[in-house]
């Protein structure tokens, strides 16, 4: 299974970036074998609609899970559709909260907001 993880490091012993769609980079973890690459967000520098520009580049890379502390809705709205499910990250490498995920040990992430609108979090 695929699951992306956002991330400003292109290493799976770095940290999760708190804010999803500006984050760096997103590290795609095959969950059987620990191998990943990572995908450069294009839309971290968006001037507006960065959360469904990078949604998008997540769906398109085939992950079926996110693993990210929160979410906007409008990157919900096309996450969910894609049959990409949305768990809550918590502290840790990308390689620990993985590891939790596959242990079943996250929660689903229902806390999508309505988004930051253009602030840059970080």
């Known amino acids: ?59 398109d890379s085939g992950a079926e899970v996110l693993i990210a502390p929160r979410c906007g809705q409008n990157a919900a709205n096309v996450l969910m559709p894609a049959g990409v499910k949305l768990m809550k990250a918590v502290s840790g490498t990308i390689a620990e909260v993985v590891d939790l995920y596959k242990q079943g040990k996250l929660e689903t992430l229902e806390d999508v907001h309505a988004g930051h609108h253009g602030q840059r979090l970080s």
């Open 1 to 59: 299974m695929k699951i992306a993880v956002p991330c400003s490091e292109k290493n799976i012993n770095g940290p999760i970036y708190q804010a999803f769609g500006r984050a760096p980079y997103f590290l795609i973890v095959d969950s059987e074998s620990m191998a990943y690459e990572s995908i450069d967000n294009a839309a971290m520098n968006a001037g507006g609609g960065a959360g469904i520009q990078a949604a998008q580049i997540v769906a």
